[in-house]
């Protein structure tokens, strides 16, 4: 339900979905949080991402490619590339999605010649 919500741009009902599951004790997985970190980069929820980071975290779910790439859009999105940057640096495993989404998000925050190396280093 919460990918259906922010599929279709209902983010702020996502996140009170996602809300409801922690009241009831739901814990979510990688897929879940996928959706939940996209709702906040649609909404530029900075804050909610920040803490839903954590709650990955404190929860012990493991970023896979996608949640990681999910997270670097966010972060972007969201107006902290230098987080941004820290997530995808970490990253073991990078697709052209995950390179994509760095360089996209360099770029809109009118960073072209570190967008111009990303892609550079791309590989």
């Given at each position: 339900m919460i990918s259906g919500q922010e599929k279709i741009g209902l983010v702020n009902e996502a996140l009170s979905l996602f809300g409801d599951m922690q009241i009831v004790g739901v814990v979510p997985d990688e897929v879940t949080m996928v959706s939940v970190i996209s709702a906040c980069a649609a909404s530029g929820a900075l804050d909610t991402g920040w803490w839903v980071q954590?709650?990955?975290?404190?929860?012990?779910?493991?970023?896979?490619?996608?949640?990681?790439?999910a997270l670097v859009n966010m972060y972007a999105k969201c107006g902290s590339i230098e987080r941004a940057k820290e997530v995808f640096d970490a990253m073991q495993v990078k697709d052209t999605k995950a390179w994509?989404?760095?360089?996209?998000?360099?770029a809109i925050h009118g960073l072209?010649?570190?967008a111009l190396e990303e892609f550079s280093r791309m590989e």
């Amino acid at each position: 339900m919460i990918s259906g919500q922010e599929k279709i741009g209902l983010v702020n009902e996502a996140l009170s979905l996602f809300g409801d599951m922690q009241i009831v004790g739901v814990v979510p997985d990688e897929v879940t949080m996928v959706s939940v970190i996209s709702a906040c980069a649609a909404s530029g929820a900075l804050d909610t991402g920040w803490w839903v980071q954590a709650y990955i975290k404190k929860q012990l779910i493991e970023p896979d490619l996608e949640l990681s790439t999910a997270l670097v859009n966010m972060y972007a999105k969201c107006g902290s590339i230098e987080r941004a940057k820290e997530v995808f640096d970490a990253m073991q495993v990078k697709d052209t999605k995950a390179w994509s989404s760095m360089i996209v998000g360099l770029a809109i925050h009118g960073l072209a010649e570190d967008a111009l190396e990303e892609f550079s280093r791309m590989e």
